[in-house]
Nanobody
Framework: QVQLVESGGGLVQAGGSLRLSCAAS????????MAWFRQAPGKEREFVAR????????YYADSVKGRFTISRDNANNTLYLQMSTLKPEDTAVYYC???????????????WGQGTQVTVSS
């Protein structure tokens, strides 16, 4: 099992920045890929960004490309999401996820955190 705990959410004005963290524990060696998803009120959960453990390859949703940066500290089993130039439409609950394969598909991730709220005011 892998446990994931997110932190760093909050309220920020449009144009501002925020950094999310996700602390992983347990059998983290079994998960090559970590990702961030988000879910806005009344909408389905959607992919934001992912990163692989073995080579650090990253991939982003078009909606956040150039504004968000995903990174990971393998030694400390921590995942980050640096969010810049935030927009009101970025408002959502952000979830950390872990799985074997580098995909954007929600069902391919085996482990999930409880989520952290990000609210961007206009």
């Amino acid at each position: 099992q892998v446990q994931l705990v997110e932190s760093g959410g909050g309220l920020v004005q449009a144009g501002g920045s925020l950094r999310l963290s996700c602390a992983a524990s347990g059998r983290t060696f079994s998960t090559n890929t970590m990702a961030w998803f988000r879910q806005a009120p009344g909408k389905e959960r959607e992919f934001v960004a992912r990163i692989t453990r073995n080579n650090g390859a990253t991939y982003y949703a078009d909606s956040v490309k150039g504004r968000f940066t995903i990174s990971r500290d393998n030694a400390n089993n921590t995942l980050y999401l640096q969010m810049s130039t935030l927009k009101p439409e970025d408002t959502a609950v952000y979830y950390c996820a872990a799985g074997k394969w580098p995909t954007t598909t929600l069902r391919n991730y085996d482990y999930w955190g409880q989520g952290t709220q990000v609210t961007v005011s206009s």
